[in-house]
């Protein structure tokens, strides 16, 4: 459980504090995407990495 929270895509809300602090809101949005689509690599990869050190075992 702690994996997945620890490589969860960034927040959508950032974006939107980002926005009333009139900061770089382009930029946030791009780390946002980016963020998200590179999740979908890491979390599979150390999935994987936690089933082959046998740390979760799937049923």
Do not use: E, H, W
């Not at 960034?10 to 770089?24: E, I, P």
Request: hydrophobic share 60%; no cysteine.
């Amino acid at each position: 459980m702690l994996f997945l929270l620890a490589s969860a895509p960034t927040a959508t809300a950032s974006l939107v504090m980002v926005q009333s602090m009139r900061g770089n809101s382009d930029l946030a949005a791009k780390i946002i995407i980016l963020s998200t689509l590179m999740s979908l690599f890491t979390v599979t990869i150390g999935f994987a990495m936690l089933v082959s050190a046998n740390i979760v075992q799937l049923s």
